[in-house]
């Protein structure tokens, strides 16, 4: 029989591999998050309780977001326009299902920032195909420069953004962005229709402008009302449907951009007995958003008039009731983009 040396903090699994522990990292068992947006709280109550790591545990664990078994490294890498697989055993089905996770990932992540930060204008960016170069990697210099530049005349400004692919034959990507914490008026004018010569107006009546700070083709911004959270959560709901769109980017290619200033939500993993949960539930004035068979998501959004700052670090500061100020919405799931402005 042979001798296995175990070094300190670590341990030998069921096959007979030692894994090294990182002793400020713990695996727990958890059935609950809860996610502080900035306008709501959101309650997600899993249907079957599921292990995650505090940190970089070699483990194998369940990820909280896709519900499936974590794997770490790429199973593919891209050569000209075909992916080659990097061991034996990657499939299609293998393929799939990771570009499944990491949409799935990237719209957790998405949503996290998105939520999280007051917008003040939806921004559409596209290409001038018969003037510039169209290629992935130049359109997405173009929107880096555009950045820089809406950083250099506003430092703290706030970017999301998505790209999206055309449906023709070129398939070049164009840009949807949700932008804050500056003051466009100076470099924004009134849309005007090439077809009527009249302003473009929204079906609500509002202003469609253009940016004159992107000089790479075609433009439509419109104004986000920063206090009708409503209109901010649409507007974020919208941008988010490019995120899962097929065939879209590419693998292994990023979903979205961001500044690096955004706020991002609040999460709080948790274990919660189902009298806990009934009684967050009931206490925290929470409403059913969306149900199916992993798990059942509720909301509740905060008035105008108190956000609340309170969020629990530990098990034990769990709350048992949240403000009882608030507006009674509907749930908001699809949306198009009429609809919010």
Known sequence: MAIIKVPKNSYVDEN???????????????????NHFRNFVELIVYKKDFEIWSGALDYELIDDITGEKVVRGRSFEKVGDLLKPLHDG???EKYEKSIRSAQKRAKENYYGYAFSNAWKYFLTATI??????????AVKLYWSLFRKKLQYYFPNVKIIC????????????????????????????IAISKKTG????????????????WDKGFTQLCIIDNVDYIQQIKSVCYLAKYLVKDNNIGYNQKKYYRTNNLDYKNKLMLYQTEYEIAHTIKDGYFETHKDNDRFTVYRRFYSTREI???????????????SSVFYDEPSISQCTLLDVF
């Open 90 to 92: 990657v499939t299609i």
């Open 16 to 34: 007979g591999n030692v894994r090294i522990l990182n002793s400020l990292r713990v695996v727990k068992t958890v059935n609950t998050k809860l």
């Open 198 to 213: 009249k302003p473009i107006k929204t079906k609500k009546g509002n202003q469609v402008y253009n940016c004159t700070l």
């Open 308 to 322: 609340q700052n309170f969020v629990p670090k530990h098990e034990d500061d769990m709350p048992l009731c949240f």
């Open 162 to 189: 998505v790209p999206e692919r055309h449906n023709n034959e070129r398939a070049n990507i164009h840009f949807h962005a949700l932008v804050g914490e500056c003051d466009l008026s100076n470099f924004i004018k």
């Open 128 to 137: 001038s195909v018969n003037e510039f170069d169209y290629s992935d990697d």
